[in-house]
């Protein structure tokens, strides 16, 4: 059920993706900072004309 394996993907447009507020997220969860980020793809677009 679900796509990529439950992952999740984020397509930044200003740049604004911090790996450290993830590990924050992922801390106050009671989580793995690693794993977490391990589950989210990203991909960095620099205009609507561009593709992956």
């Given at each position: 059920m679900?796509?990529?394996s439950?992952?999740?993907a984020y397509i930044d447009?200003?740049?604004t993706f911090r790996?450290?507020?993830i590990r924050s997220?992922?801390?106050r969860f009671?989580?793995?900072e690693e794993?977490?980020?391990d589950n989210i793809t990203i991909a960095r677009a620099f205009n609507s004309e561009q593709s992956a």
């Amino acid at each position: 059920m679900g796509g990529a394996s439950g992952k999740a993907a984020y397509i930044d447009t200003e740049g604004t993706f911090r790996p450290d507020r993830i590990r924050s997220i992922a801390s106050r969860f009671n989580m793995d900072e690693e794993a977490a980020l391990d589950n989210i793809t990203i991909a960095r677009a620099f205009n609507s004309e561009q593709s992956a």
